[in-house]
């Protein structure tokens, strides 16, 4: 990899990883504050890692830290040919982000689901960030896992293209193919995100006549 490259995606992603240390850029909104708080184990608990939020970070990152290596360090004089496959990838990660935060709205206004301790959004930060943005309120989750490892395959792909070609990535460095299985991968992450955190039924009580 380029040195002047590496050195972009590294000050990118320091910044990114400062604000996240600070606030809850990357991080799930919490659905019941006093469950919360009953569910925490240290006195400053804060909200699990948001895998939607870390995917779109993760493009964030990649595509403005390319372009900016393109653009000023290489000898494109700021002339970027920008193919339409960037604003795809920016536009899948946005999506997820825009559909994820829309289905955990839906299950926070359901009061059945927003105040259970089963509920993942309800449960502090496990203390490693991998685990929380692969876990669901069951634990881990393959659905999740298969997001992560296949948005790491196309943004090494990403990365790799730009650091040996001096150019913005194009059709014939990610193909329709990839951009395919990367919208396949975030649809079903967020399909099985829908049934996440569904309350369980009330059983009947078989005491009674």
Known sequence: MQLSYAIVLLVLSLIII??????????????DKQTFNVLATTSNPKPSFSLAKTQLAFWTVIVIGSYIYVAFFTDSKLAVDISGVNLTLMGIAAGTTVVGKAIDGSQQSNTATASTTTAQQNHPAKGFFFVDIISD?????????????????????????????????DGTVITSVLLGLMGVSSAAYLGVKTTENTAPQPQPNADKP
């Open 18 to 31: 400062a604000v996240a240390i600070r606030t809850d850029l990357l991080r799930n909104t919490v659905f």
């Open 137 to 169: 309120e069951t634990g881990v989750s393959i659905h999740r896992l298969q997001n992560v490892l296949w948005t790491i395959v196309v943004g090494g792909v990403y990365i790799i293209s730009v650091s040996t070609k001096s150019a913005m990535p």
